[in-house]
Every structure is written in structure tokens, then in C-alpha cells.
């Protein structure tokens, strides 16, 4: 059999195990944030300390996690897929590091990255390890107060979407891992999959909120059911 061409999707589900909170799940970071206080251009000018503090506490929760089973498992299918002449194209709406850090060699990022600062002024971005505060000077031009998380805030364009297109239109299947479907355009790829005759499968904790629309479902904590998914994939690819 020919190796397949794979697209993935991932959201904070993947991420849940590894104890970085989801947002819409109960006792989410939104059932005890206010979204609009916090990831809106608006809020950052209207309060920008209130939301570097948010961000900084994020990116001290980010930097003590680690990645889980799940994560290493998807690292590990892109390398067997790699081995056996077919591809992954691993895209997520997380802002952490998890799947690098597992092993993923290239990921594409849509809501950005936590661990990157983005100059307001000048359009730098650097990395950013510590935390972030409104005096902070951007290290490209050397201008103070317009340092910001690196990430997509409501009201934003997501990063990557003509790279995601093109990859969903030349694969063989759409994976959709972790997460809720309620974030567009995240949450629109697996119509645009069907729409293709792209095979599409769902491995959440639960039905998300487009489940019917999948071809396969599979439910479970990510940790158990994306290395045996990924396995299966791996063995039925290689023999
Ligand atoms: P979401 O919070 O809307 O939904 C999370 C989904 O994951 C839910 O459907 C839930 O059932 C599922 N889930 C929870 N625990 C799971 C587990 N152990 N195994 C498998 N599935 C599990 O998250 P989303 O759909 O990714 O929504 C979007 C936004 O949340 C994105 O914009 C993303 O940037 C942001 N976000 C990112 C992080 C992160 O970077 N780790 C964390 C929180 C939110």
C-alpha cells in the first residue's frame, strides 16, 4: 500500500495531559478569564499589564510542562509516514511548544506562538522565554511599549491558512485532534476536507460541535488514543 498523505489538526485537547488548561472545557481558562479582557487587540491597549500578566503566568505554566503521549506519537507517525514515502503536515491552534519538543520537526502554528514576542512598532519577532511588560524594549529597534505575546488574538487573522489549504487539498486524509471545532476557521478545514473527497477522522475526548461531519470518530484522553491511532497508521503504511 502507498503511504498516505496526512494532515492534522490539533487544538488544546492535545495539550490538556500534559496540564496546560483547555479554554471551553468546564473549569476552562475561559470560565475563569473574560476572553475580551484578555486576547483582544482592544484589551492589550486599553490594559496592556493586566494581559501581560495573563500571558507571563501562561508562559511560566508553558515552560514547567511537558509533552505527553499524544504529542510523541504524532512526532513518531510523521517519521514513519517520512520512512515509508508518504508526509504529514502537522498544524495546530495551540500557542505552546509541545510538538516541538516531542520531536515535530516543522510545525505550522495558526494562532502563533507563546513562547515568541511580536514589536507592535516594528513587526520583529524574537523569542521569549520570561516574561513580558509594558516598559520591555524590542530588541530590533530598540523602542519601548510595543511588545506583545506573539499570538492571534479574536479579531485577528490566523497565520498559515494558504500553506493549509494546499496541504489539505493534496491529502489523503484529515485528522482533527483535541479540539472543540468552534474556533474558525480552524473548525471550517474538515468541510473543506469532505468537500475535497479528503477522508476525514475526529479524535477528541467527545463529539465536537462539527462531529457528524467526520468520517471516523474515535473518543478518548488523547494520551491512549492518538499513539494507537498513529501506530495503526504507522503498521498499515509500512506493510
Ligand atoms: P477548546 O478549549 O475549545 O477545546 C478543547 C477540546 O479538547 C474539547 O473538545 C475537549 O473535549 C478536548 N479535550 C479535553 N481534554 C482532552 C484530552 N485529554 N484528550 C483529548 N481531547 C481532550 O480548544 P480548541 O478547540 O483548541 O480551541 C481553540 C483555542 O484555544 C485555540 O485558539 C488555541 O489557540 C487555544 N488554546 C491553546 C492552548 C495551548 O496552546 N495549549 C490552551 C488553551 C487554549
Redesign the pocket.
Known amino acids: 500500500m502507498t503511504a498516505p498523505n496526512v494532515v492534522v489538526l490539533?487544538?488544546?485537547?492535545?495539550?490538556?495531559?500534559?496540564g496546560?488548561?483547555?479554554?471551553?472545557?468546564p473549569g476552562?481558562?475561559?470560565e475563569k478569564f473574560d476572553p475580551y479582557e484578555l486576547a483582544t487587540p482592544e484589551a492589550c491597549a486599553r490594559d496592556p499589564a493586566k494581559v501581560h500578566a495573563f500571558y507571563n503566568l501562561?508562559r511560566k505554566d508553558?515552560i514547567a510542562s511537558r509533552p505527553n503521549a499524544?504529542h510523541l506519537a504524532l512526532a513518531e507517525l510523521e517519521r514513519g509516514l517520512d520512512a515509508a514515502g508518504g508526509r504529514l503536515t502537522l498544524v495546530?491552534?495551540?500557542?505552546?511548544d509541545?510538538h516541538e519538543r516531542a520531536g515535530s520537526p516543522r510545525v505550522l502554528h495558526?494562532?502563533?506562538e507563546?513562547l515568541k514576542a511580536r514589536c507592535a512598532r516594528c513587526g520583529a519577532t524574537a523569542r521569549c522565554d520570561g516574561d513580558l511588560s509594558i516598559n520591555a524594549a524590542c530588541a530590533a529597534c530598540a523602542r519601548a511599549g510595543g511588545l506583545r505575546p506573539h499570538?492571534?488574538w479574536f479579531g485577528e487573522f490566523p497565520f498559515h491558512l494558504e500553506e493549509i489549504a494546499d496541504a489539505i487539498a493534496a491529502a489523503d486524509l484529515f485528522a482533527s485532534?483535541?479540539?472543540?471545532?468552534?474556533?474558525y476557521p480552524?473548525?471550517a478545514f474538515v468541510s473543506e476536507a469532505k468537500a475535497l473527497d479528503v477522508r476525514t477522522v475526529e479524535?477528541?475526548?467527545?463529539p465536537?460541535?462539527n462531529a457528524d461531519v467526520f468520517d471516523e470518530r474515535r473518543y478518548?484522553?488523547?494520551?491512549?488514543?492518538?499513539p494507537a491511532w498513529a501506530e495503526a497508521m504507522i503498521s498499515r503504511a509500512t506493510t
Do not use: C, K, P, Y
Open positions: 490539533t487544538g488544546a485537547g492535545i495539550s490538556a495531559e500534559s496546560l488548561g483547555t479554554f471551553r472545557d476552562g481558562l475561559w501562561r508553558l499524544a495546530t491552534q495551540n500557542i505552546d509541545l495558526m494562532h502563533g507563546l499570538v492571534v485532534i483535541g479540539t472543540s471545532g468552534s474556533v480552524a473548525a479524535l477528541n475526548l467527545e465536537s460541535d478518548g484522553a488523547a494520551s491512549r488514543i492518538v
